[in-house]
């Protein structure tokens, strides 16, 4: 049995492995070998080490994590290097037609400054309550960090949130790129978003972006904006303790920012200022000094633009909007986020005269009228017993004339009672009506001795624009009473009919159609068959008088006479005359004849707007609040003015003539045609319904307007370089008396204006255009005179200047002495015809008669 066992080899003659013989590689089976023996040696190192394996499970872990880490937020972060192009939200800033600055749309308070527009003291007093490390770390403050992770430790569980520890790149991550969350993902984010912002920007640039972006309070986002919300001033004339006030600002602005909370906010400046001479930033004489200040914040306050202009802004505002959108999200230009520059016709002294003249007729027709109820009402059974000056703050409501004020009847106890003011202040109100309950919002005024005494705002409103009639830019426009007791334009937005200043358009057609300014019309009774359903409708002349007989068409528009003006509609045809309304922008009208008596809705702009083209000679632009927008970077991204204009920038002149524009706008009717309109419309102002502007001594047309009821007194007119229209009545249309009418209370509103603002109006005449005879003609009979001097700025004239278009004037009326010598000559000829036995001519005709053979031939 031994035998069969195999033989026993020492060790060291052990015989070699078998080797491949050469030429015949075997790389499989060699890798085999080879890879087998270092997997072998490492797996028995890593039994045998035990430091080798704990360095393995550890790296193993780290792997694991990293990767984790790029995938639940390393990889949704947001890249550093948009910092390098950011565009902050930025108001759009409104200017004025003379470039001052009138407004801004901002919900927050935002004005971007350059690094080195920061002053250094203010600077260094961020840093020191903020990041003291900040010109040496790399984004991340490892010393801070490990007091946050333990200060974050000890509160978990608590509710109470954790110090952040994070350095002003971490703010700046935190405020830019990746929002406010409460959290260690969102920490994460901030470490590694400012380890990347670092090798993006200098430490100048980051510095920048904080302190233009970090908030601070008071609807404040930036430094300088956080200046003039609590100081009332630019950052570059901070004091020391000032500076270090907004620095302490970013831990709990609104806690800070509030006066209950003033001890804990001088204590948190003055450790501030303590820092800032620890770090060598500010000596201990002017820190003790700083430290003797009180806070001396300013009370919480609104933008204060000089212009007075809420209705025009508000429609600057939706145009705006209408534009380029609202919210960043809308686009790059939007109005609260675009940093928009734009540049509006507003001018602010016709503004302010518009605003106090309409007013005035507001107040003057509502003078002696009883209180009409309140402006708005607010709740007074919620339990909070501050409730009411919440509720009155958030109604957004206020005035500014005179010195009224917005307040809410707290209590009443019979003829008084108890008012509050939005800034928390309250007073003692006398002669409460007894229709005024509690929670009433009112207007009130100083009475004397810290009591108050009631304001009515007029019940009647209405609306007032001006307009360049040349270029069509609307300079003022005043929408109401009061913009800030509520946003609806009148000027813009109440559909309104026109009544009489409709009729100018109805003559204008007329002229188109034939007739001249001395055409004879009946003024005398017209009615038509409106079918079965209606039966027949006559119309009357205004106040129900009858008609007169005959007169000129001139004096049918400066009388305004109802009975001539459908007459002329209908004798011109209805299509033709709602064609030319619809021309000038007043309205898109059926062709009843009631429209030709201003039965159509239309607004005080349109109709401004149409006047303007009266008064430019038939050619109209739209009426535009807004010149032109420039975006953030100062380039013009829209204009109202789109003309080329070839030739204008070459280098220098080649020579040729100077570069001309193109006419803006588009002819909407004859230049003549205009213009003899608008000389009929002086006639307006001289001897018709408008006479009371006579006395301005101003080369002035222009119309009045009463609709039925009456609802609504109007006048439109102006000068060749202003024209104005206004319009009053009651939101909800209803009588204003039978007294009411446009030349008793609107025409009055129009020269209340005008001597606000008479130095604006030249006494320059209106031109008339090519293709227009200037004749002479007697004003009553419309028959052409040779003899006399026309008065045409006598309202009893007998003789005056008319226009006509050519081969329309009136023929020609002889003088008594001509036709007595006319009459012997034919006598004579009579005389020698029966001599000769023949026939006698035929009896002479009356004088005055205009047939060729009675007149020698002469007409």
């Not at 602005?253 to 906010?265: H, L, N, V």
């Not at 602010?348 to 708005?376: E, F, N, V």
């Not at 003015?641 to 003539?657: F, I, K, L, S, V």
């Not at 004579?828 to 047939?851: D, T, V, Y």
Request: glycine share 10%; hydrophobic share 40%; proline share 5%.
């Amino acid at each position: 049995m031994a035998d069969d066992l195999p033989p026993i080899i020492a060790r060291g003659d052990a015989p070699e492995p078998d080797r491949e013989p050469e030429g015949e590689p075997d790389g499989r089976r060699f890798r085999i070998r080879r890879g087998g023996s270092l997997a072998g040696r490492i797996k028995g190192l890593w039994q045998r080490s035990k430091w080798l394996r704990r360095v393995g499970w550890l790296v193993l872990i780290l792997l694991i994590l990293r990767g984790l880490l790029w995938v639940t937020v390393e990889r949704t972060l947001p890249s550093a290097d948009t910092l390098l192009t950011y565009q902050p939200p930025l108001p759009t800033m409104v200017r004025g037609a003379d470039g001052q600055i009138v407004s801004s749309y901002a919900r927050e308070r935002r004005v971007q400054l350059r690094f080195v527009d920061f002053p250094p003291q203010l600077i260094n007093a961020f840093l020191s309550a903020e990041d003291k490390s900040f010109w040496s770390h790399g984004g991340v403050d490892l010393t801070g960090l490990a007091g946050a992770v333990v200060d974050y430790a000890t509160k978990l569980g608590t509710g109470a949130r954790a110090r952040g520890g994070s350095t002003i790149t971490q703010q700046v991550a935190k405020n830019i790129l990746i929002g406010n969350e409460y959290s260690v993902t969102r920490k994460l984010k901030e470490m590694l978003l400012a380890r990347r912002i670092e090798s993006v920007l200098t430490k100048q640039q980051i510095l920048e972006l904080y302190l233009n972006e970090i908030p601070l309070g008071r609807q404040s986002f930036g430094v300088q904006a956080a200046a003039r919300a609590y100081f009332d001033k630019d950052v570059g004339d901070l004091q020391l303790h000032e500076a270090a006030f907004l620095a302490i600002l970013p831990k709990a602005p609104e806690t800070y920012s509030r006066a209950k909370f003033a001890e804990k906010a001088i204590a948190r400046r003055n450790w501030v200022l303590d820092q800032m001479e620890k770090n060598g930033w500010a000596s201990a004489a002017d820190v003790a000094q700083a430290k003797a200040q009180p806070l001396g914040l300013v009370p919480r306050r609104t933008e204060n633009y000089t212009a007075d202009a809420g209705y025009f802004l508000e429609e600057v505002r939706r145009q705006l909007i209408d534009q380029f959108g609202e919210q960043a999200k809308d686009g790059p230009n939007s109005v609260y986020a675009g940093g928009l520059w734009v540049r509006t016709s507003l001018d602010q002294q016709l503004q302010t005269a518009a605003q106090d003249s309409l007013r005035a007729g507001l107040l003057r027709y509502s003078a002696g009228r009883a209180w009409h109820g309140p402006i708005a009402h607010i709740d007074m059974d919620d339990s909070d017993s501050g409730s009411w000056q919440t509720q009155l703050i958030n109604s957004n409501l206020s005035i500014r004339y005179l010195d009224w004020r917005v307040a809410v009847l707290i209590s009443r106890r019979g003829l008084s009672g108890q008012v509050g003011f939005a800034d928390g202040q309250t007073g003692t109100l006398y002669g409460v009506p007894d229709a005024m309950k509690a929670g009433d919002v009112i207007t009130v005024a100083p009475a004397g001795n810290g009591t108050w005494g009631l304001r009515v705002v007029p019940e009647v409103s209405g609306g007032m624009v001006v307009e360049d009639p040349q270029s069509s830019r609307i300079l003022a426009m005043q929408g109401g009473f009061d913009a800030r007791l509520g946003s609806f334009n009148r000027a813009t937005q109440a559909q309104r009919q026109p009544g009489s200043t409709i009729k100018p358009f109805v003559y204008a057609t007329a002229l188109d159609n034939g007739m001249t300014p001395a055409s004879m019309v009946v003024d005398g009774t017209f009615c038509v068959y409106q079918g079965a359903a209606l039966g027949q409708k006559c119309f009357r002349n205004f106040g129900n008088e009858g008609g007169s007989g005959s007169h000129t068409m001139r004096w049918g528009l400066e009388q305004s006479r109802n009975l001539m003006t459908v007459r002329v509609a209908n004798d011109t045809g209805m299509d033709k005359v709602v064609r030319t309304i619809k021309n000038v922008g007043i309205g898109d009208y059926q062709p009843y004849l009631s429209m030709a008596l201003g039965a159509g809705d239309t607004t005080v702009t349109r109709m401004v707007n149409a006047y303007a083209a009266l008064a430019n000679h038939g050619r109209q632009r739209d009426a535009t609040l807004i010149d032109y927008v420039q975006d953030r970077n100062g380039k013009v991204i829209w204009r109202a003015d789109n003309r080329a204009c070839t030739g204008c920038n070459m280098p220098r002149w080649d020579g040729t003539a100077m570069p001309r524009l193109r006419p803006a706008g588009k002819q909407v009717l004859d230049p003549r045609t205009a213009y003899q309109v608008v000389h009929m419309l002086e006639g307006v102002v001289v001897r018709g319904t408008a006479e009371t502007l006579h006395d301005l001594g101003l080369p002035l047309f222009g119309k009045t307007g009463t609709t039925s009821g009456p609802t609504n007194v109007w006048f439109v007119g102006g000068s060749p370089d202003i024209i104005a229209g206004v319009y009053m009545g009651y939101d909800q249309p209803r009588s204003l008396g039978g007294y009411a009418q446009g030349g008793r209370i609107a025409a009055p509103i129009f020269k209340q204006f005008v001597l606000a603002t008479r130095p604006r109006w030249a006494d320059i005449p209106f031109t008339a255009p090519a293709g227009v005879s200037m004749v002479k003609i007697d004003r009553v009979s419309g028959k052409r005179v040779f003899g006399g001097t026309p008065q045409d700025n006598d309202r009893k004239a007998s003789i005056i200047w008319e226009a006509f278009k050519p081969d329309t004037e009136p023929r020609r009326t002889v003088q008594p002495s001509e036709i007595t010598a006319k009459e012997a000559v034919l006598d004579a000829l009579r005389k020698a015809r029966s001599a000769r036995g023949a026939k006698a001519a035929p009896a002479a005709r009356p004088a005055g008669s205009n047939f060729v053979e009675d007149q020698g031939g002469i007409y």
